[in-house]
């Protein structure tokens, strides 16, 4: 059974740091892109980042591009989100995903539970 | 950026009804739309890949449509269980992007 869980989250001040991390079981993490969504409270989901099986590709989305870190422990099954210079609109539910294919071009299709920043003061 | 124009933002329907939702993508995007529900709370699940393939175990009455710019996502006969907001996400070109969500609501 394929199985995302998130941790890290929690309340932190403006301007702070916080690492999220994402581990896996059920399949072969390394073979598989990997990608971040968050979603503010009431509001939509928003894309954040991307990194590949082999961290050789990875993309931001404007809004965090230079405040967040995307990495990847594949010995560990393990995601990572390090963010930076946190925001109070940074403040959100934070998913990561698996790509569905490790062969053509495809969207996201297993999700994590997903982990709740807060930012203030 | 790509930008995903979804429709409408809520809809309100009655047991049985079809239902339509549209995205409209800034630019082609080919075949690259995926379609999610998201339940109150819960993380987003994949209903629809490659704009118009049903992923496995999702109803059949579920449906996707469309390529280029235009892509429509049908449910045909709505059941109370389909109560939930539905997504479209476009991951042809990054930074890859979600439309802005339709709230369903059953009449």
């Known amino acids: 059974e394929v199985q995302l869980v998130e941790s890290g989250g929690g309340l932190v001040q403006p301007r702070g740091s916080l690492r999220l991390s994402c581990v896996v079981s059920?399949?072969?993490?390394?073979?598989?892109?990997m990608t971040w969504v968050r979603q503010a409270p009431g509001k939509g989901l928003e894309w954040l980042s991307y990194i590949s099986g082999s961290s050789s590709t990875i993309y931001y989305a404007d809004s965090v591009r230079g405040r967040f870190t995307v990495s990847r422990d594949n010995a560990k099954n393990s995601l990572y989100l390090q963010m930076n210079s946190l925001r109070a609109d940074d403040t959100a539910v934070y998913y990561c995903?698996?790509?569905?294919?490790?062969?053509?071009?495809?969207?996201?299709?297993?999700w994590g539970q997903g982990t709740l920043v807060t930012v203030s003061s | 950026d790509i930008q995903m124009t979804q429709s409408p933002s809520s809809l309100s329907a009655s047991v049985g009804d079809r239902v339509t939702i549209t995205c409209q993508a800034s630019?082609?995007?080919?075949?690259?739309v995926n379609w999610y529900q998201q339940k109150q709370g819960k993380a987003p699940k994949l209903l629809i890949y490659d704009a118009s393939n049903l992923e496995t175990g999702v109803p059949s009455r579920f449906s996707g449509s469309g390529s280029g710019t235009d892509f429509t996502f049908t449910i045909s006969s709505l059941q109370p269980e389909d109560i939930a907001t539905y997504y479209c996400h476009q991951y042809d070109n990054p930074p890859y992007t979600f439309g802005q969500g339709t709230k369903l609501e059953i009449k």
């Open positions: 059920g399949f072969t993490f390394s073979s598989y892109e």
């Open positions: 995903a698996r790509i569905r294919s490790t062969i053509v071009v495809a969207g996201p299709d297993y």
């Open positions: 630019q082609d995007i080919r075949k690259y």
